[in-house]
């Protein structure tokens, strides 16, 4: 078992790190292109640090994205644009 935490980011801090904007991280999640994240709150989403990096991952080591080879988060929940 891995005792090291994940660090959890916020949606500017994910827009930073994946180079997309914050509309697009949304829009990306509600296609099931991206993770959906963890409602921390109410109004409060946040992403652990390493399915971030795992998604890095998977975009690069596919060249032609994610939609070619199905997204591991195909079944993603809707995540209204403001959470």
């Not at 660090?7 to 997309?20: A, D, F, N, R």
């Not at 709150?41 to 070619?68: I, P, Q, Y």
């Amino acid at each position: 078992m891995n005792t090291e935490l994940a660090k959890m980011l916020s949606v500017k801090q994910v827009s930073e790190i994946v180079g997309l904007s914050v509309p697009t991280i949304y829009r990306m999640v509600n296609d099931g292109r991206f993770p959906p994240g963890h409602l921390i709150a109410e109004r409060s989403r946040r992403w652990r640090s390493d399915d971030v990096a795992e998604w890095l991952d998977f975009k690069t080591a596919t060249a032609s994205g994610c939609d070619a080879f199905g997204s591991p988060w195909g079944d993603a929940e809707k995540v209204p644009r403001n959470a």
